[in-house]
């Protein structure tokens, strides 16, 4: 090979390896970029497809009527279909391990309630943990419940059956809708604050036990307003108090467990929305934005007004509020679960 041969040959690598390199640099530059710009972009045009809003509960109760009102709203809020999807089942267990193991993207979402709570104390072997693998979006309602009697029990009123649970001689039959539910909770509170010994009756659910109660089966049973209601109203059962801190707005002759001095007895009822702990904090915001709106229609303020439920005050409704919320009622409930040693196995 001559000179000039090698030198053109020389120059010819010289240029390729100028090119490789150039190339390569030119790659890293635009994946750095998609790197940046792939988070913010996510969140920026959240949501982009259907968003699975998972019921922990059965189809066509309250909570599940309250989860397709809310996604209804939010549908037409974020431009997405928001599609409910009910996962019943141990106790509202097994709906949420379902979203604390999906992917935290904010497509996946849970509407639960109360129990969400309770269950830690009741089931120690747990699939998740609610605070470490879930995130609260927001608050939803609240509500509480009513004690009512049957039609032919002796007492007028909320002093009158105090006195007759201790001196009938033999323990009332308190219904509830099974172990560690609020109606069981609430039993366990009212007779801890009367001082009265009680015979618990469970029921899978709060239909059964309150068809028994107007069947004269059992005595009392705490249950809420839409089940409640319409029984006050057309007389098929007494009325003795409201286990909130103040009045129902639905039933205001009722006394409340609060102005009774019954300060264990407020025992609420309430829904929450939550994703996967680890969803991008815009997500959240996003989802707690268009919940905000859609909580704040005249249409949802009236559904929940028909059952005696009624939207979280708007400064307890972030994120950060509701999780703060959590996990006070979290402390609550293992404490009253403890302190009564309620097993699953018990009445």
Known sequence: MTKDEKNEVQALAGRFVAYVSTALKAACVVAAAGAVLAQPASAETFPQRVITLVAATAAGGPGDAVARIIADRMSAILGQQVVVENVAGGGGTIGAARVARAKPDGYTMLMHQTGITIAPALYPKLAYDVEKDLTAVGLVNISYTFLVGRKSLPAGDIKDLAAWMKGSGKPAKFAHPGTGSMGHLATVA??????????????????????????????????????????IKSGNVKVYAYNGDKRSTVLPDVPSAGELGYKDVDVPFWQALFVPAATPKPIVDQLNAALRTALADPKVVKAFQDTGAEAFPADKLSPEAANAFIHNELVRWRKVVTENNIKLDQP
Do not use: C, S
Not at 202 to 231: C, F, K, S
């Open 190 to 231: 009212f007779a801890k604050a009367i001082g009265a010994e009680i015979d618990p009756v469970p029921y899978r659910g709060i239909g059964p036990a309150m068809n028994d109660l107007m069947g004269e089966h059992v005595d009392l049973v705490w249950a809420g307003p839409a089940t409640a209601l319409p029984q």
